[in-house]
């Protein structure tokens, strides 16, 4: 039997006095489309930051293709990585934020290659064709020399989803990647991530589009108060949800 792609056990995360993480559990399966829904300050961004360890959480561990993420195992103790090797882990993890996060002063070509050469050190004749055809993939080779700002929102975060995926990642978590976008520009970012889904890649979701999530998640997630409410199959936690906060919180958006 294989592992799953990604295993929380536990999670607990706090700031200061406020429990953000209350004892998080959820695995996602290879190839899974998990997608992560509920009320704003639920804890969802936490969570993912967690996955990668750009947060740290109090309790609980995170497992990303059989790996503990952020510590070392020695009998029963945990001990912390070096900064290194956490760097190391998170290239297998690409990350996709609201607000695109580019490089204004590189190319959009340079954008996508950046990691490969400057983080891994890979060579740069090898890099930009494979930079390239990641490009082909989001429709956007044609804007390869171009400066971000020169892009629509949605283009630049077509880049974004590129990058992410140049470092050929296990798995990618997606927080809010389409609420910064005009509406306008919503569906062209969801049809890239749709097609990334049915190539079967293991992905991450935070999202408010609930079509996206009826079509395409095989789970979905409930979150409030730094819990996992309800998980399910589109149709049950959408359709036929079983606990109030979620109906209230559906009832709400729609
Ligand atoms: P969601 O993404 O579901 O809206 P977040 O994970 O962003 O929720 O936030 C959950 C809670 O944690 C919120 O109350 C938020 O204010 C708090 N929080 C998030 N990040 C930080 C931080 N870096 N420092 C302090 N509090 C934070
Ligand atoms: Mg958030």
Do not use: C, W
């Amino acid at each position: 039997m294989t592992a799953p792609m990604v295993e929380i056990v536990g999670v607990h995360k706090s700031y200061g006095t406020n429990r953000v993480l209350n004892g998080v559990d959820l695995t996602v399966a290879r190839g899974e489309v998990q997608v992560l829904i509920g009320p704003s300050g639920a804890g969802k961004s936490t969570l993912l930051r967690v996955i990668n360890h750009l947060e740290k959480a109090e309790r609980g561990v995170v497992r990303v293709d059989g790996e503990l993420i952020g510590y070392l195992r020695t009998g029963d103790r945990l001990r912390e990585l070096r900064e290194r090797h956490v760097l190391r882990q998170r290239t297998g993890i690409g990350f996709v934020f609201q607000d695109f996060n580019l490089f204004a002063n590189l190319t959009v070509l340079e954008n996508v290659a950046e990691a490969p050469i400057s983080g891994q050190g890979r060579p740069r004749d090898e890099v930009y064709p494979m930079a390239m055809r990641l490009l082909e993939r989001v429709g956007l080779a044609h804007k390869a020399g171009e400066h971000p700002r020169r892009l629509s929102g949605g283009q630049q975060q077509r880049v974004a989803i590129a990058r992410a995926l140049a470092l050929e990642p296990k798995l990618l978590l997606f927080d809010e990647p389409t609420s910064a976008l005009d509406p306008e520009l919503v569906g062209e970012v969801l049809e890239v991530m749709r097609s990334l889904a049915l190539a079967g890649t293991t992905m991450v979701v935070v999202t408010h589009e609930m079509t996206f999530a009826r079509d395409v998640a095989d789970t979905v997630v409930f979150m409030a108060d730094g819990r996992v409410v309800e998980r399910g199959t589109p149709a049950e936690v959408l359709e036929r949800p079983r606990h109030d906060r979620t109906k209230a919180f559906l009832t709400k958006i729609r």
